[in-house]
């Protein structure tokens, strides 16, 4: 969330970075509500100080024996609490209104976050690797993995609905194993693992940015009673979209010492999005599925070091394409393509021959203090500052594993129609090197 006294003195530049961003704005409205809220306190502190004034004001008239005025006096105190109930109702209305339109509003874009329109507009900032080349036509993956057994689009239907897919036998290991080397890579890196829960509350949501904004775009719960119905809506819980939401939320409403700082945290979860909008997009395989496997890296750090953090964060996913020997290239994302939490982001895009062309497979991204803002999140520095700081946030996939998988059956298939297993994972296959036909 912005801070409110940063968007009442920049409000021009507010309004082109959302214009840049694509956000609905309305800065009338926003300055209308903060000259209200003012105008609030400003009565609240009226209110309150004559009614200070005036209590201290009857004991002394009540001695000089100035009963009339000690009763005037007692009667416009009670008034006065009834104005100071009136206003500061008046008061949260307003806190209330303005909350929420900040809460939509999406973060500054960095000053080095280039301005354009949309994915089109993305510059390449380096590659890694030579897309792969075959003396044979080669199958996407969504073809060969139902040929060699390993995944099953079908039975994903009709087990859940489309969007949900079945792996089995060396499919379902290959996954696993994919999270274990994953995680094996980050922790070596210095990252601290954690195993959390596959739900969140709207608390936990709003706390990143999921909530209110993209509410459409989550999967809810309903929470019932013993007959099967409730209408306890603080109850509901949502599956989460990303291990971002819970690791980032772990020191919610928390005061952190300097010297506790960096935090470098990673998780696999089981990620769930509905997909709202995608209609027609990467339909098919592995790229947009409803439930999907991630391992996602987060850090918590001073602001200064933020963006140094970033790069080194972009170096830790392109580590683990490094060791697959994937190619792929960095891009950095445009003003009109970036996340809503964002401030700058890099996407790692996985060269996938289907497509002929890059596909996203990480999204690394430095959130400043806006995540924050929103959860409570502080530390202290005294040697450096009085009181507290909002600390910055970032996080990245590290990386989405069906989309390794289905990089990895394209780019390592042999013209026997098997697909050979990248040397870094055979450990993790307990030795099996090719996937062949079950």
Same mark, same amino acid.
């Given at each position: ?114 301005? %354009?329109?949309? $994915?089109?507009?993305? =510059? ?5 690797? #030579?897309? +792969?080349?075959?003396?044979?036509? /080669? @199958? ?49 890196? %210095?990252?601290? $693992?954690?195993?959390? =829960? ?5 608390? #936990?949501? +709003?706390?990143?940015?999921?909530? /209110? @904004? ?225």
């Amino acid at each position: 969330m912005l801070d409110i006294k940063f968007v009442r003195e920049n409000q021009d530049a507010v309004a082109d970075a959302m214009r840049n961003r694509h956000a609905d704005w309305d800065g009338a409205l926003f300055a209308k509500l903060d000259g209200d809220r003012r105008e609030a306190i400003q009565k609240e502190e009226a209110l309150q100080a004559e009614r200070n004034s005036l209590s201290k004001q009857i004991g002394g008239l009540m001695k000089e024996g100035k009963r009339d005025e000690a009763e005037a006096a007692k009667a416009r105190v009670a008034e006065i609490k009834t104005d100071l109930e009136g206003a500061a109702a008046s008061r949260e209305r307003i806190d209330e209104e303005l909350r929420d339109l900040l809460l939509h509003t999406p973060n500054m874009p960095s000053d080095t976050t280039p301005v %354009g329109d949309d $994915e089109n507009d993305n =510059p390449e900032v380096r590659r890694w690797g #030579t897309p +792969t080349e075959f003396d044979f036509e /080669p @199958k996407a993956h969504w073809d060969l993995g139902p040929e060699l057994g390993i995944i099953d689009f079908e039975r994903g239907v009709k087990l859940a609905a489309s969007r949900f897919i079945v792996l089995g036998g060396l499919g379902a290991r290959l996954e696993r194993a994919i999270i274990g080397f994953m995680l094996d890579q980050h922790t070596s890196r %210095g990252y601290k $693992e954690w195993w959390l =829960p596959a739900m969140a509350n709207a608390r #936990t949501m +709003t706390g990143t940015g999921q909530l /209110p @904004k993209f509410e459409n775009d989550m999967f809810k719960t309903f929470a019932t009673d013993m007959e099967g119905t409730s209408d306890k809506e603080g109850d509901n819980l949502y599956l989460i979209p990303t291990a971002e939401v819970q690791l980032t939320n772990l020191h919610a409403g928390e005061t952190l010492a300097v010297d506790e700082l960096p935090k470098h945290y990673c998780a696999f979860t089981p990620c769930f999005r509905e997909e709202a909008g995608s209609a027609g997009r990467d339909t098919r395989g592995l790229i947009r599925v409803h439930q999907f496997d991630k391992v996602e890296m987060v850090k918590v750090c001073e602001p200064e070091k933020s963006y140094e953090e970033l790069e080194a964060m972009v170096a830790d996913a392109e580590n683990i394409l490094q060791k697959l020997e994937l190619p792929y290239r960095v891009i950095t994302l445009c003003t009109g393509d970036m996340g809503f939490s964002a401030a700058k982001t890099y996407d790692l895009e996985v060269w996938l021959p289907c497509y002929n062309d890059y596909k996203e497979i990480s999204s690394c991204s430095n959130c400043t203090d806006f995540q924050a803002r929103r959860m409570g999140l502080r530390y202290k520095d005294p040697e450096n500052f009085k009181g507290t700081r909002l600390a910055h946030t970032l996080n990245g996939s590290g990386l989405a594993v069906g989309r390794t998988m289905a990089a990895i059956i394209e780019n390592y298939p042999q013209a026997d129609g098997s697909v050979r297993v990248p040397d870094a994972l055979v450990p993790y296959m307990g030795g099996v090197k090719v996937i062949e036909a079950e």
